[in-house]
């Protein structure tokens, strides 16, 4: 198949050069949207156009002239910094296709013109809008960070933002396997009862991956309040595809039900792990929720399969992660997802596909 015509309108020069690495036919230009909307205005606009936001307060009147003016078969492709849900999710609604969030990466690039592809041969329907989906990951602190840590990684490597939250204030132990010292503590946080500081609350970890959690060397004795629990996730809904949350009480768990889309039960394959999962499976009542056996110490066989479906009423586990002899290392320095095996991680990218929302098949594909 030949080549489509592709043109770029890009900002940034690092922006420029994946883009000629991935596309060396690719036509590209310095500027942003407003320029790819003042040439398209001029002459005909290309099948594929990939057009730069920054530098723009509020993109999406160019974006909307841009459309005014290009062929009706032109498939538009947006990249930009800011990386939030809530702007996706407008120009989705305004016609763009994909929106790649900066930095690019061949990858990622690579994914979204092989999207486009599909699209102008085979008349697939744009990738519907992407919501935030939170995650309840519990179980009895039996490998609960770790599962967290690895489905965070897997899911930036998806192109997802992610929140992560440990809601155990006094113990928790996710900004230790992130490697990352939060700038504002949990307490800090639930202080607040709008959406105004969202950002401040918000400890990056890598471009994609944000952490709220207390601060380890943070001691307090006082007592949490978490009413503001609710407030906080609708916040985080619009700067995140994924809000994984740790840490977490039965009582929090009860709060947040209605915000949460699916529980992750993690647990060890022993008697009392399989016990502690199973009860928490009565407790959720069937809410959505998803068994994962994580062996995180190299124990004997200390359950059998019969008996862990039996526990379960029959259900299978829906992940498996063996034992990994490195990964203790790996999570002293914040890199649990290097550890991993490659027919593993493969595992962990297939369950999150379902749960991450549209589009991620498609992307991995």
């Given at each position: 198949m030949a080549a489509r015509s592709l043109a770029a309108f890009l900002n940034d020069p690092e922006s420029r050069r994946v883009v000629r690495r991935a596309q060396s036919h690719a036509r590209i230009e310095r500027g942003n949207v407003r320029e790819a909307e003042r040439q398209c205005r001029r002459t005909p606009s290309p099948e594929v156009l990939l057009v730069d936001l920054d530098g723009e307060q509020n993109p999406m009147p160019h974006v909307a002239g841009l459309l005014e003016v290009c062929r009706p078969e032109t498939v538009i492709l947006a990249t930009g910094s800011e990386n939030n849900v809530s702007l996706a999710n407008e120009l989705y609604r305004g016609?763009?296709?994909?929106?790649?969030?900066?930095?690019?990466?061949?990858?990622?690039?690579?994914?979204?013109?092989?999207?486009?592809?599909?699209?102008?041969?085979?008349?697939?329907?744009?990738?519907?809008?992407?919501?935030?989906?939170?995650?309840?990951?519990?179980?009895?602190?039996?490998?609960?960070?770790?599962?967290?840590?690895?489905?965070?990684?897997?899911?930036?490597?998806?192109?997802?933002?992610?929140?992560?939250?440990?809601?155990d204030a006094e113990f928790g132990s996710l900004a230790l396997a992130m490697d990352t010292q939060p700038n504002r503590g949990l307490s800090q946080a639930l202080q607040r009862t709008d959406d105004s500081s969202v950002d401040h609350l918000l400890t990056p970890v890598?471009?994609?991956?944000?952490?709220?959690?207390q601060p380890v060397d943070q001691v307090t004795r006082d007592e949490k309040r978490y009413d503001a629990l609710p407030t906080m996730v609708e916040s985080f809904a619009a700067q995140a595809h994924?809000?994984?949350?740790?840490?977490?009480?039965?009582?929090?768990?009860?709060?947040?039900?209605?915000?949460?889309?699916?529980?992750?039960?993690?647990?060890?394959p022993t008697p009392s792990g399989v016990s502690i999962a199973a009860r928490w499976l009565r407790l959720l009542?069937?809410?959505?929720?998803?068994?994962?056996?994580?062996?995180?110490?190299p124990l004997p066989d200390l359950i059998s399969r019969e008996q862990m479906a039996d526990a379960f009423g029959g259900r299978e586990p829906d992940l498996a992660l063996p034992y990994i002899r490195p990964m203790a290392r790996a999570m002293a320095l914040g890199e649990p997802e290097s550890a991993l095996p490659r027919r593993t991680g493969d595992a962990v990218k297939r369950f999150l596909m379902p749960l991450v929302g549209a589009g991620a098949a498609a992307e991995e594909a």
């Open positions: 016609g763009v296709f994909l929106y790649l969030p900066k930095p690019l990466d061949i990858n990622g690039l690579s994914r979204g013109i092989e999207e486009t592809d599909a699209l102008l041969a085979e008349g697939s329907e744009r990738p519907r809008i992407q919501g935030s989906r939170l995650f309840s990951v519990v179980g009895d602190g039996m490998g609960t960070t770790t599962v967290t840590v690895l489905l965070a990684r897997q899911a930036e490597e998806m192109g997802r933002y992610v929140v992560c939250m440990d809601l890598t471009p994609r991956i944000h952490l709220v959690a994924v809000i994984l949350v740790c840490g977490i009480s039965l009582e929090l768990v009860t709060m947040l039900q209605p915000y949460t889309t699916n529980h992750l039960i993690v647990f060890e009542q069937n809410a959505p929720s998803a068994l994962i056996v994580n062996q995180t110490r």
